[in-house]
């Protein structure tokens, strides 16, 4: 049997204890398949005495994780620490400095110092991989860099925050408004201590511009990602949404075009046959497009223990056999600065609005869409009593820039009441 | 820049030419991804002057398939001639002596022959690897050796034959029975030469059969699965099935249980709401399920030229790349002989029959169920004219020797009009 290869792992929440199980659980398994044992040699987090489900007590313990990257016993450090600065970040600088391999499960970082640390790593001879970033237990970084690596990628799309779509789900199901549904899921602790990281699109938006790097060959940036949170998401959407035969995701899209890389991560319309407008509840969906493969959908579990510790042992196990990837699959060096893309790609859109209900309203609203050059798919006026009249419109497609154009008309013909909402269709 | 990797290609059919169309157009791309060149070298076909979509002739040309594995000038051989024995495996053979690394598409030769090559793979120290063999552009052999390697994996699943579902599904949308729907698939060309490899379940029995040897560690065992195709399922059955919530769908499930390994491919139900019983057409779906990652489902084209050939390119860039694993994801020496298990897991069944419509028939049969130990979940009689009666039953878990005892007494009832149909439901 060949040397084992010797872990440090630095956070013993509910990921690094997940990584701790799979070792002690697996260990033959896993050294037959890596080829070599993998053992856990130190250990480090916040309290030493906290309860845990597993046994560190066998293990080194470092009260200052940034020591694991210094400790000679240790060939690969596992930053769980989390935070996009910090002790992570210097774990992680100083693990690769010293000649040790990352595995990472933080995508803040990354979203904000993915290139340096890629170089970083590269100019140190070491790997640092971030399987678990995205999509938590889904194989998705390693189906899109290695996998689909014949492929020029044309789209990447994906449900990658499961607590938003946990979100959208129960209120559909339960009728329930975002407000309540949203408390629900603060009591049940699926919230980020700041919740805008999730219902705002953060982290999702971090998990998106990782793999629009991956995918399209350029540095992370995340900064010209286009963020809308679900929190304007209403039932009555949702309901109508449905009654068009699509379901409302917080979906991120990633593609490049003439352009330049377009990049969003907001609330979308997808039909409700294809898997995404089927997603239920807090799983992940990542849907890859290449022009050879076509349309590859991978579903799993987005969070939690075990899937995220299995793709933080994933990587692990790569490296263990001596796979050296850069860590965006192309050297740092070689990632281009994208342009981003001012104007997205033109698509259907979603409109819903409120009008006076007196004669001539609707034709100035139909009047104002051709104005913009939009044309009309679809409109129902729904049956309503008092003096409002509530309207729905599916145009064909049109580009955002058209859509803000024929918003501003809707609101100059005065018969509009309240703010109309405007959602994307994403063709999938 | 590195050393070119150099290929030689072995057919020159749907997916060779899919092969050469990637490499020709995304050399630069995949050079960058690769860390170094990939060329082709020399190419070899039944008919050197056949017209095809890409033009080859800047390659050399051998007549013998073998004897590119002889050429100094090529490091890596990709077969794609097919067939279990033959110029297939004579190519394999000697280009793995030759200390060449090879990528095959081939699931009939792997499934009956992946020990021996494995083994001629280690000895020689090359590599063999067959993405393409399985669910065609999915990734889901490398999803299952590398991404999920930190699992024991419980169970395998999938629809990995595109005709198989294109006909289930066509014979439910258009409400058509099988011979008219398998005769308009012939007609449109998705069939094999020898059909039975497709709807007798061979082609994806090889398939789940690799999956198996990798997902528990053992050697490839086609022998001992349980085969079943689709010619006896009905369109009274994909209807029935329906107004229950399930579809029919030929799926493949491989685990490992107490008693051994299971590993049928045989006709099943599945519910109308998980993913495979939305899968429609001839798209493929593979469902990993490892005890921590959950449940992993991935889906996408199973055929064609541009998703065979993205396989097969994963697999020579992971090769390009220096990634070096075992043909199973273990040493071929570490696989174990897995004992077929005699029965396979106990489940729900769907049983439908027709009865003579006189006192007491349906009666006798729920005694007999309950005679041998089966309880009734559901139990439906379809309203009918004349002397016989539709009866459909869904009974709680059983086993299959449970089922077939059922299936004797209600044969010895006499009220039995025609044969009884049992199809399994696969929990998911």
Chains 1, 2 share one sequence.
């Not at 991989?129 to 970084?141: H, M, N, T, W």
Request: aromatic share 4%; charged share 20%.
């Amino acid at each position: 049997m060949n040397s084992p290869l010797r872990l440090g792992i630095a956070g013993l929440g509910t990921v690094g204890i997940g990584v701790v199980k799979i070792v002690q659980a697996h260990g033959a398994l896993i050294a037959r398949r890596a080829g070599r044992p993998i053992e856990i040699v130190a250990v480090s987090a916040s309290s030493r005495k906290k309860n845990r489900s597993a046994d560190i007590s066998v293990y080194a313990w470092e009260d200052d994780p940034v020591a694991l990257a210094r400790r000679p016993d240790v060939d690969l450090v596992i930053e769980l620490i989390g935070g996009e600065n910090g002790a992570a970040k210097a774990l992680v600088e100083t693990a690769l400095k010293n000649g040790k391999d990352v595995v990472t499960a933080n995508k803040a970082m990354l979203a904000h110092h993915g290139q340096a640390l890629a170089e970083a790593a590269e100019a140190a001879g070491r790997t640092l991989r971030f399987e678990a970033a995205v999509a938590g237990g889904i194989p998705v970084i390693k189906a899109l860099s290695e996998g689909l690596a014949g492929n020029r990628i044309e789209r990447v799309m994906g449900v990658m925050n499961g607590t938003c779509n946990y979100i959208l789900t129960r209120m559909e199901s339960a009728g329930l408004p975002y407000e309540t549904v949203f408390e629900e899921a603060r009591q049940l602790g699926y919230l980020e201590a700041d919740p805008n990281l999730d219902v705002g699109g953060i982290d999702a938006g971090h998990k998106l511009a990782l793999l629009a790097a991956i995918a399209f060959g350029t540095r992370v940036d995340f900064d010209n990602v286009h963020l809308e949170g679900i929190g304007a998401v209403s039932i009555d959407d949702i309901r109508l949404a449905r009654d068009m035969g699509f379901a409302i995701k917080l979906l991120g899209v990633a593609r490049m075009t003439g352009r330049g890389l377009e990049q969003r991560m907001t609330p979308c319309l997808v039909p409700e046959t294809h898997p995404l407008g089927q997603l239920q509840g807090g799983t992940n969906m990542v849907v890859v497009e290449g022009d050879a493969v076509g349309q590859i959908v991978l579903r799993g579990a987005g969070a939690g223990e075990g899937p995220t510790a299995s793709a933080v042992m994933g990587d692990v196990i790569d490296i263990a056999r001596g796979l050296r990837l850069p860590t965006f699959g192309e050297p740092a060096a070689d990632l281009t600065v994208a342009a981003p893309a001012a104007v997205s790609a033109a698509a259907r859109w979603y409109l819903r609005m409120t009008l006076l209900d007196k004669p001539g309203a609707l034709a100035r609203i139909a009047t104002a869409l051709g104005d913009s050059g939009i044309s009309i798919d679809r409109m129902r006026q729904y049956g309503h009593e008092g003096a409002h009249a509530p309207v729905l419109i599916v145009t064909h497609k049109a580009s955002s820039d058209d859509i803000g154009d024929a918003l501003a008309r809707f609101e100059a013909t005065g018969v509009l009441v309240g703010d109309p909402v405007a959602l994307r269709i994403e063709d999938v």
